[in-house]
Nanobody, 116 residues
Framework: VQLQASGGGLVQAGGSLRLSCAAS????????MGWFRQAPGKEREFIAQ????????YYSDFVEGRFTISRDNAKNTVYLQMNSLKPEDTAVYHC??????????WGQGTEVTVSS
């Protein structure tokens, strides 16, 4: 499974961005897709995940309703809509594919910078 994340950039606080993660290869083996992020000097943290089949979603508490994960199975693409962005959301955002409930496939990150 190959993953390509895009959509990052520079945005002012309070703004929005939509990240995309295009999956290719043996995508049928994945049971879920997720988004993670890693800020400078910090550990990688889980943001959200969505199952490929039923569309069940899970979010970290810090999202507080600001982010929404969605998928387009026809395009093998997962999205992360981020609203009300804060400077502390600045990080490199990664998408990942889960196999047997473990995120085993990772794409390169896309950088998000939120200015105050």
């Amino acid at each position: 499974v190959q993953l390509q994340a895009s959509g990052g950039g520079l945005v002012q606080a309070g703004g929005s961005l939509r990240l995309s993660c295009a999956a290719s290869g043996r995508t049928f083996i994945a049971d879920a897709m997720g988004w993670f992020r890693q800020a400078p000097g910090k550990e990688r943290e889980f943001i959200a995940q969505i199952s490929w089949s039923g569309g069940r979603t899970y979010y970290s508490d810090f999202v507080e309703g600001r982010f929404t994960i969605s998928r387009d199975n026809a395009k093998n693409t997962v999205y992360l809509q981020m609203n009300s962005l804060k400077p502390e959301d600045t990080a490199v955002y990664h998408c990942a594919a889960s196999l047997s409930n473990e995120f085993k496939y990772w794409g390169q990150g896309t950088e998000v910078t939120v200015s105050s």
